[in-house]
């Protein structure tokens, strides 16, 4: 069974810092981009960074560049990321997802990624 175990998520204030961690199993991990999306209530799906199986290429989206890093450990099946500087336009769900890499580049699309877990809730504030 696919699964993938987003945890993390709490209550910080502004400027502080939290690091989320999406635990995968079920998939061969190495053969699979894994990246964070968000949702904010009524808004729709963002990506926020990815990072491909080499652990090596990364993406991020230009509100959250700078301030997060995303990094996997390949051992332990599990993609971290860390948000440092958090805002309150960060409050969201935050989910991992995986797409299977066919090819070089990063996504972040949500319709290319093929599993998702459940996510974490963020709330930062002011």
């Known amino acids: 069974e696919v699964q993938l175990q987003a945890s993390g998520g709490g209550l910080v204030q502004a400027g502080g810092s939290l690091r989320l961690s999406c635990a995968a199993s079920g998939f061969t991990f190495d053969d699979y981009a894994i990246g964070w999306f968000r949702q904010a209530p009524e808004k729709g799906r963002e990506g926020v960074s990815c990072?491909?199986?080499?652990?090596?290429?990364?993406l991020y989206g230009s509100s959250v560049k700078g301030r997060f890093t995303v990094s996997r450990d390949n051992a332990k099946n599990t993609v971290y990321l860390q948000m440092n500087n958090l805002q309150p336009e960060d409050t969201a769900v935050y989910y991992c997802?995986?797409?299977?890499?066919?090819?070089?580049?990063?996504?972040?699309?949500?319709?290319?990624?093929?599993?998702w877990g459940q996510g974490t809730l963020v709330t930062v504030s002011s």
């Open positions: 997802a995986a797409d299977r890499e066919e090819g070089p580049g990063l996504s972040m699309w949500y319709s290319d990624y093929d599993f």
């Open positions: 990072i491909r199986s080499d652990a090596i290429d990364t």
